[in-house]
Structure formats: structure tokens, C-alpha cells
């Protein structure tokens, strides 16, 4: 679930959180913005990076099976 847009890569998976309603963890730097999304137990249920990618695989994981 990965794309390249206008040359930066771009992955999501899961309830990505648009209205920021739910718990999310977020980070920013320079060119890179990665979002994981909780849920009241603290497993992860969504994830948007942007940039820089490391550990989408992981991720996706992790969200698919949450007992991972």
C-alpha cells in the first residue's frame, strides 16, 4: 500500500483518523510525517507516512494482526 506521489512516497493502512477524533501519534520533520493511530488499548489500527517509509511493512503487520 505504498505510492509515489509527485516523487515523495506515501503509505497508509488501516483507519487513518482524517478528523483527528481518535488517538494519534504524529511527527513531523522536514519532509517527513508519520501518523500512527491507536485504539484504546493502545494496539495500532491505522498509520500514514509520508517521506520517509521505515517500518511500513511492520506497520501493516501490526494492523492486519493485532495480535502480533
Request: charged share 30%; no cysteine.
Amino acid at each position: 500500500n505504498t505510492v509515489q506521489v509527485a516523487g515523495i512516497r506515501v503509505f497508509s493502512a488501516g483507519e487513518i483518523d482524517i478528523q483527528n477524533e481518535g488517538s494519534s501519534e504524529i511527527m513531523r520533520e522536514e519532509g517527513v510525517y508519520r501518523k500512527r493511530v491507536v485504539d484504546e488499548k493502545g494496539r495500532l489500527i491505522g498509520a500514514v507516512l509520508i517521506g520517509d517509509l521505515t517500518g511500513w511493512r511492520d506497520m501493516l503487520k501490526e494492523i492486519q494482526d493485532p495480535g502480533v
